[in-house]
Structures are given as structure tokens and as C-alpha cells.
């Protein structure tokens, strides 16, 4: 059941950070039930602890030990993570001969003295005694350790036998705590609920006497999750006291009231729009801790439960420097000097070259970022906007629009009339008010006329409305400069037929994404059809969580391929059994939707961002969400970016470009090597039986293989591993070493697949006439669709420049790759896993790559002009295997030895503690300390009596 008492926000609000130990009884007279009640009710004691108290346990019978061994003598922080591992611990708890109060209260006291200003909450102090009771006061102790009764001293009585416990009332009325006695399991949630009130006490006093009253009113902040439409958000919640004249003095508390602000509004605020590309905005607690990061994932594995921990992501462990040591044993990432100016609330900026990861993190690129960050007034967050150096100012004045467009002057009912193209807006920006939010009512508002042509009969437009005018201004320039390359696309049916291209779209720097599919044949019309909707089928089944913890196609495919050699000694590879092309899967509600109607985010999807940010001209790559199942139907993107220029100033203002079947760029790939070889048989080339072509992309993932349509997709170094290698020591490709911190984990065996061996010839000098041709054959393709909108109304834009990327939808992670089914249900954990990234320039390079095999193989690599792609050759003949060392990019668990272990649970990074602290008033009425057993036989007596005399009064 739901208890709004128990969640963070409720007692961050009602009470300062607390230093605690916890003293659990495990003498031989709490075996049984009371064992269980005890345990139970030391797990609801650290609920009410949160990322700001620091806690630990002690055990105690003859002798008392702390829980953990790892935390002698010391606290530690009170994380999701520290909890859950203690109480895994008190599992191990073994009930036997007699109780040593003496023993166990003083090393209470020396754990909460010793304790220094890095691991200590250093504000409300308090000692948590959970047993069936104890045989004296033990007066002596606590006037010697305790004389000032800074240290409030809590007992909890446990057992229904349990009837006098004067004495266990004694310690906490006389150290300012609170007695409780716990009788059954379901009294423990009640019973420890408790303890918040009775810390509550300075800060309701101190508000009643108007002392400090700034820090009594600051904001409580707390990241939380809404099961609603409105997302994630932040509480901010403050006490209700009691202010009568007799309740002053106790400072009882009534509860608390709050406010939940979402995350998105706070975004909008920072009008995102005005961004430039590439940027995002991020905050942090005075602990580090990630309130909102774009890295930061909320849910776990097909799971609609928020992940443990979520809300103690660190900074460290999303923010990547280049020059930062990420080691195994998880302490390089705290070092991070933008970590620590924003724990301060310091305002300023500074650059660092990061490792910026795209994709779900398949893909890293190194980018200089500069970072402004400033704190937030009266709440202990600070916020951060970091923005690519060489991007220019998020607010460029090239993306204005020169002069002002009126609605009247650009034809709305064109657009709502063209009913073959597509037309949404970026979801999250705010153009106009909720109801305003798709493009259809926005035009509507803008052209009233219309409305009555265009609009459903059951359309009511709100009597408010409020737009965004220069985001809205720039949206109609925006769609009057794309609408004569939107025109220009049915009038190339032919060039679409022949080239298998299947959209066409274009995306604007004003949030509008516009697509137009193409019809085929009619024998092909039900096949493309399915092609569109299983992208959207396969992509919301793995998206419908924000966890992108999820089967990696690329490791399912190597768990699930075995290599082999067929009968002419070239490789093959063993057919994959998966699910029909069209089939949905599993346990998943389908929603058909397209591709581009899903990914409609525009400058904030990833595709968009490489698109602007790459080198080259053009770029390809293949949605990795693509599994085999897609067959002959799989696709891949293009597109180009668009700038707008000034002299020697530019700026990002669209991109576009097409989806096109990766079959059809096998076939290109085959028909330009077979005519670069003119029918000559002894030449060479990728066309031939005995050559093995790969198109690779810039982070090394398979666009094209002329061997098998099943690795498209795949990682180059998983199928040949050992030539992976020798295009890294050659600099072609470079390598990355990155942490996942927010990882999760399964106990499975790992399987790798083996590939059949190739052999060794001399032939990669025919390939360069190919490659060359397959360039300029490329960008003839793609010139169909950019040049229309370049040449588009100069009076608005000038577009200059021309680039073209690749859209990368993939939504899965890398998960460690099995055959076997899990041995215990997934956990977290800290994993690493390697990226891989080229920006080889040179045209051409021979390699000679030694073997396991004891030989040598001859590879020839070859930079595609004008594309990110690669093309890698090889022999595929049997003679000299070489694919016994496969790479992956699948992260692996960081296995910590036991030291390396306790140092992770124990370490407490840099960290401001909280500005309000109330642990103690001298006006303080700590009478009301709990009911000991002299009221409680009283009570039962009473209770008797009145019972007696019920049943016997008609009788009288």
C-alpha cells in the first residue's frame, strides 16, 4: 500500500539529514518470529533514510560487530545501492547466547564521533535500538557519551510477549527519542514511522519562533516518477506544523504539502528551439546526482517499474571527458571538475572534449563541448546547458528569418491539402498552447479560413490560445523554402522505381519533419507496405521503455549464427530462424505508425545530429533495430544537410534525404564491380566468387556484405575480429574504452560464433575503379532529392554546403550474449564495453593481417568518397582463417575483487551537505517519548472492564 510518510519528498521536507546507527538484537532470546519482526523493521528504519543521511548497522549478542565488514567504524551513505546491500545482509543474521548492551552502545557512540565531515550528515544524530529489551538503563553510559543529549536514542520493542519494557522507555525518554513496541509484522511500517515526527520537533519549533525562517522554507527537491502524461518531475514540499499555543513547544508535525513541477516545463522554459544542434541541457543535486541528463535511463529491462537507484546517477557517470581514467574500480569518473563547480553553484563555463555517445551508446565521437552551468536560488540544484564549440551560438541570427512572414503570405491550405505527404512537429517544443501541439491545428489557428475546409466538424479550437511567435514565424519560412523540393518529389517515379528508394523527407531546423512515400509496383505494394509497418511494429516494442537495456540484434545474431565452410571452401553462414517478416511480436501492442512518424524529434534525433556534425558529404548507415527478420526488406537512410550562409558564417538549418533498400545497394555494389572489371576473368573484384566485400559505416557496423544479407548490421569485428585489430594498429580505426554505470546484468554463459576461414590472393588493386564509381553513382542518387531545396527560395534561405548522414534509429543495448536460459533474475551493475570510431581520410591501404592460423591475409581498405563509408576486401577462400579473435561492442560486467568492492559501497564523493540543519532546540518538549508498559497493563485494564461490563450489564 501506498504511504506518501515513507517517500523521499515526505521526510526530506520534514526533517534534517541524520547520522544513525542502527543496533540490531541477535541474542538468543530473538529467535523465531521476533528474528523476523527485527529484521522487517531494521529494512523499514532505513526507508526513511535517504541520499543525504548516513547510516550503519550494528549486531550484537556477546560480542557486537558491524554488519558490514566493509564499514568498520565508519558511516556510509544512505543510497538506494547501500541499503539494498545491507539488507541483503541482514539475511545472514544467526540468533544466539546473550545480549551485550554495553559493547553494542558504545561503539554506537564512537561510529557517530569519529565520523568526519565527508561521511557524516553532521545534523540530527540518533542511535535506533531494535530488541526485546534490555536489563538495566545503563544511566552510566549515556551520561558519560551522551550528557548534552545531542544523540537521540530510539527503542523498538520487539514481540507480542513483550510486556514490560520500563526500561527501553527509560532510554529514549531520557535521550530525547521515542519508545514503540512491535508485536506483529503488520505493526512495523506504523510503529517506525514514528521517528520523522519526533525529528521534525526543531524545525517546527524554529518556525513557530520565526528563527532562520529562510532556511525552514527552502525547497525539498526530489526526482520521482508520475504515472501520468506529465513524465518525470521534480517535488518541491515543505511542513505543515501544528502552531496551537499547546502543540508549540512539541513542534508536532501534520503532515507535508508539495508540488510536483515536470521536468518538460523546465525544458521549455530554456526555449530548447533556440539550441543549436547537438546541445542539451542537464541538472544536478548538491550530492552530483543527475535530476534530468540525457543519458540518464529511468526503467529497467522490459519493466514498467523505475530502476533501482535511478535517482543516484552521478554526473561522473554520464559525462565523459577523453582524458578522464575510467578504471575498474569505479573512481575516475568523481573527478570531473564541471561535477564539482555545479555541487558548489558556482555560475561559469568551460570546455572539455568529451566522448559524446549516440545511439543508445553504439556509437562515440569525440566533441569539444563547452559547458554553462549556474545554480539555481533557494534550492540546492544546479543547471547546465552545454553546447557544441564549434556549432556557434545556439541562437544564431543566420537561422532568423530575414524580414516577417504573414500567414497570408504563405499558402497553409497547400499543405493541408497535399494529403500524400506528411507533415508533424517536434512534439516537446511548445509552438502554442497543448491543443495546438500537431501541425494540422497550428495551420488552422494560423489560416481560420481553412478550417472550415480542412477541419473535422467535431473540432473546437480553445478560447485561449498562445503562440510562440518566432518559433512559429520560423516554422512558415521553413515550410514555404522546403515546399518546391517537397513538389519536385512525385515527378521522379522512374528514379525511384529503379533505385528502390521508398521515401523521400526533410527535416527543418524549426522542429518540422515532411516524408512522402513512394508507390511501387503493384505485385510489390503489399511487401512495402509491410516493410513501413514492421519497422514501427519492431521499434515501439523496444522502445515502449526509456531503459534502453534491451536484445542487441547485433549480439543475438552472433549467439544465434554458427560459421561454417560450404563445399568450395568459401564461407556461409547457418540460417537464422526468426520470426515472419510481417509478424508482430510477442506480448506487444502494435501501433502503425511509420518510421519518420515515430522518430519525429527532428534536430534532436540522433540521425539529425550526425547528419550536421560529420565530415563527408554523405553518409549511409542501416538501423541496427533491422534484425534479420527483415530479409530483402530492410532499408537504410540518407541524407544531406542544409546550411544557411553568410560569408564565411553557416549554420545548420535542415537536412534531407531518402530511405532506400539495402538489396538494392547490394545489387549497385555487385553491378559496378562486375562493369569496373569489363567482363575480364581474370579479374577480380567484389562481384567474384572468391572476394568478400564489406561496406562498412564510421563506427565499424556492416552496411552491405556481398557474402550474407545476415550481417548487415552487424559489427565488422565481431565476423573478423583479428582484421579489426589490424585496422586499429593502423589507425583506420580507433578505439574507446567507456563505462556503463547504469547497466544491467544476468548470470548467463557466453557464447561466441566462429566464422569460416578465407583465403589469401593479391587482387585488391581492382577495386579502386569501383569504389570510385559507386561514389559518384551515390551522390547522382541523392542530387535528386538535395538539389531541389538548394536551389529553393533564395529570398528566405541560402542554403549552402551539401553533407549527407545516416539515420540510426537503433534502440537496443548490448547486453552480454547467451545461449542459456538466466540462472537468477537480471541486477545492476557496472559494466565496460568498447566503441569504435574512424576518421581515415586517405583513399586507399594494403594490410597484411597475421593469422591464428599460423598464415597471412591480404586486405585491402578503401575510403568510398564523399560517404562515411568504408569498403574492407578480403579473400574469402578456406586456405587462411582468420576470424578466431571476434571484437564486440557488448558490454561486459565489471567483476570487482572483495577491496576493490568495499571501496565502492564505502567511498563518499565530493558532496555539499544541505544549508538547513535542526537537530536540536532548547525550548523542546520531549515528554511525549512513546507508551511503556505501566500505561500499556493500564490500558488493559481498562480495556477489561470495559468489556466485562458490556457482556454483564443486562444481566444487572
Known amino acids: 500500500m501506498y504511504d506518501c510518510r515513507l517517500t523521499n519528498w515526505y521526510i526530506r521536507a520534514s526533517s534534517s539529514p541524520k547520522d544513525m546507527v542502527i543496533l540490531v538484537d541477535i541474542s538468543g532470546s530473538m529467535t523465531g518470529i521476533r528474528e523476523e519482526i527485527a529484521r522487517t523493521t531494521v529494512k523499514e528504519i532505513m526507508n526513511t533514510l535517504h541520499e543525504d543521511d548516513f547510516f550503519n548497522i550494528i549486531k550484537f549478542k556477546e560480542e557486537a560487530q558491524f554488519l558490514d565488514t566493509c564499514a ?543 565530415d563527408n558529404e554523405m553518409t549511409v548507415t542501416i538501423p541496427l533495430s533491422q534484425g534479420p527478420s527483415f530479409g530483402e526488406l530492410a532499408s537504410f537512410m540518407a541524407s544531406v544537410p542544409v546550411f544557411v550562409g553568410e560569408g564565411q558564417q553557416t549554420a545548420s538549418a535542415a537536412i534531407t534525404g531518402i530511405l532506400m533498400r539495402v538489396k538494392r545497394l547490394r545489387e549497385l555494389l555487385l553491378d559496378i564491380s562486375a562493369e569496373t572489371c569489363g567482363g575480364s576473368a581474370t579479374c577480380m573484384s567484389c562481384h567474384s566468387p572468391s572476394v568478400s566485400c564489406f561496406l562498412v559505416d564510421e563506427s565499424g557496423y556492416v552496411v552491405v556484405s556481398t557474402t550474407s544479407g545476415e550481417y548487415r548490421g552487424k559489427f565488422f569485428g565481431l565476423l573478423h575480429g583479428e582484421v579489426m585489430e589490424a585496422l586499429i594498429e593502423e589507425k583506420i580505426f580507433r578505439r574507446y574504452k567507456l563505462h556503463d554505470y547504469q547497466g544491467l546484468c544476468q548470470a548467463v554463459k557466453k557464447a561466441r560464433s566462429k566464422s569460416a576461414g578465407l583465403g589469401l590472393r593479391t587482387w585488391w588493386s581492382y577495386l579502386l575503379g569501383g569504389v570510385r564509381l559507386l561514389a559518384t553513382q551515390f551522390l547522382a542518387i541523392i542530387s535528386t532529392i538535395y538539389w531541389p531545396i538548394v536551389g529553393a527560395e533564395s529570398e528566405y534561405y541560402n542554403y549552402e554546403g551539401s553533407s549527407l548522414d545516416v539515420i540510426y534509429n537503433d534502440n537496443t543495448s548490448h547486453p552480454t550474449v547467451s545461449t542459456e536460459a538466466p540462472t537468477k533474475p537480471p541486477f545492476l551493475c557496472d559494466m565496460k564495453y568498447e566503441l569504435y570510431h574512424s576518421k581515415w581520410t586517405q583513399l586507399r591501404s594494403q594490410l597484411t593481417v597475421e593469422c591464428r592460423a599460423n598464415c597471412t591475409k591480404s586486405v585491402g581498405v578503401y575510403k568510398v568518397s564523399t560517404t562515411n563509408m568504408l569498403l574492407i576486401a578480403m579473400d574469402k577462400l578456406k586456405a587462411c582463417p582468420c576470424s578466431d579473435s571476434p571484437l564486440t561492442t557488448a558490454p561486459e560486467e565489471i567483476v570487482l575483487d572483495s577491496d576493490k568492492l568495499c571501496d565502492k559501497y564505502t567511498a563518499v564523493p565530493y558532496r555539499r551537505r544541505p544549508t538547513d540543519c535542526f537537530p536540536y532546540h532548547p525550548d523542546e518538549d520531549s515528554s511525549d517519548c512513546g507508551a511503556g508498559s505501566a500505561s500499556l497493563i493500564a490500558s488493559s485494564i481498562l480495556l477489561f472492564f470495559a468489556v466485562a461490563v458490556t457482556l454483564i450489564g443486562p444481566f444487572l
Open 72 to 614: 568498520q567504524g565508519t558511516l556510509v551513505q544512505a543510497s538506494e545501492m547501500t541499503k539494498r546491500r545491507y539488507a541483503d545482509l541482514l539475511s545472514t543474521l544467526e540468533t544466539e547466547n546473550i545480549a551485550n548492551y554495553t559493547e553494542a552502545f558504545t561503539m554506537a557512540f564512537q561510529t557517530l564521533s569519529s565520523s568526519h565531515e565527508c561521511n557524516a550528515a553532521e545534523c540530527n544524530k540518533a542511535i535506533m535500538v531494535v530488541s526485546d529489551g534490555v536489563p538495566e538503563t545503563f544511566e552510566e553510559i549515556f551520561s558519560a557519551l551522551n550528557p548534552e543529549k545531542r544523540v537521540r536514542i530510539f527503542t523498538y520493542v520487539i514481540g507480542r510477549e513483550v510486556t514490560v519494557y520500563d526500561e527501553m522507555k527509560t532510554i529514549a525518554c531520557q535521550n530525547r527519542g521515542y519508545v514503540t513496541h512491535v508485536s506483529t509484522m503488520a505493526d512495523v511500517r506504523n510503529h517506525v514511522e514514528t521517528c520523522i515526527s519526533v525529528f521534525s520537533r526543531p524545525l517546527g519549533i524554529s518556525l513557530e519562533l520565526n528563527e532562520n525562517t529562510e532556511d525552514v522554507l527552502s525547497w525539498t527537491t526530489h526526482v520521482t516518477r508520475v504515472w501520468s502524461s506529465i513524465g518525470m518531475v521534480m517535488t518541491v514540499a515543505q511542513p505543515v506544523f501544528n502552531r496551537s499555543s499547546i502543540a508549540s513547544k512539541k513542534g508536532s508535525l501534520i503532515g507535508v504539502v508539495g508540488i510536483d513541477v515536470p521536468i518538460v516545463d523546465i525544458k521549455r522554459q530554456m526555449k530548447p528551439q533556440e539550441w543549436t544542434v547537438g546541445s542539451y541541457i542537464f541538472a544536478t543535486n548538491h550530492n552530483g546526482h543527475c535530476i534530468f541528463h540525457p543519458y540518464w535511463r529511468l526503467m529497467t529491462k522490459k519493466s514498467t517499474l523505475p530502476r533501482h537507484s535511478y535517482n543516484e546517477v552521478d554526473l561522473g557517470q554520464v559525462e565523459f571527458p577523453i582524458d578522464v581514467d575510467l578504471n575498474e574500480t569505479s573512481e575516475g569518473e568523481f573527478d570531473l571538475p564541471l561535477r564539482r563547480h555545479m555541487i558548489d553553484q558556482e555560475t561559469g563555463q568551460l570546455t572539455m572534449k568529451v566522448m559524446r555517445q549516440l545511439d543508445e551508446r553504439k556509437r562515440v565521437y569525440e566533441r569539444d563541448y563547452i559547458y554553462y552551468y549556474a545554480g539555481v536560488a533557494s534550492t540546492q540544484l544546479s543547471i547546465a546547458l552545454a553546447l557544441p564549440v564549434n556549432a556557434g551560438r545556439p541562437n544564431s541570427e543566420l537561422l532568423r528569418p530575414k524580414g516577417s512572414l504573414r500567414p497570408a503570405e504563405f499558402d497553409g491550405g497547400a499543405v493541408l491539402a497535399d494529403n500524400n505527404t506528411q507533415l508533424r512537429l517536434h512534439p516537446d517544443w511548445f509552438y502554442c498552447n497543448a491543443s495546438l501541439s500537431s501541425s494540422q491545428e497550428l495551420l488552422f489557428h494560423l489560416y481560420p479560413d481553412l478550417k472550415a475546409l480542412h477541419a473535422p466538424a467535431d473540432s473546437d479550437e480553445p478560447d485561449y490560445i498562445q503562440c510562440e511567435t518566432p518559433l512559429t514565424e520560423h516554422l512558415l519560412f521553413d515550410l514555404k523554402a522546403s515546399q518546391p523540393a517537397v513538389d519536385s518529389w512525385p515527378t521522379q517515379t522512374d528514379l525511384h522505381r529503379k533505385y528502390s528508394i521508398e521515401t523521400a523527407f526533410l527535416i527543418t531546423r524549426a522542429g518540422a519533419t515532411r516524408w512522402r512515400d513512394f508507390p511501387y509496383e503493384e505485385a510489390e505494394q503489399s511487401e512495402a507496405q509491410s516493410l513501413r509497418m514492421i519497422k514501427v511494429r519492431r521499434s515501439l516494442d523496444e522502445n515502449d521503455i526509456s531503459d534502453p537495456d534491451r536484445a542487441d540484434p547485433e549480439a543475438t545474431a552472433e549467439s544465434k549464427t554458427e560459421g561454417g565452410e560450404d563445399e568450395e571452401g568459401t564461407e556461409k553462414v547457418d540460417e537464422i530462424t526468426e520470426p515472419p517478416a510481417g509478424a508482430a511480436p510477442e506480448n506487444t501492442t502494435v501501433d502503425i505508425r511509420h518510421f519518420l512518424d515515430q522518430y519525429n524529434h527532428a534536430v534532436d534525433e540522433s540521425f539529425y545530429e550526425r547528419t550536421v556534425s560529420n
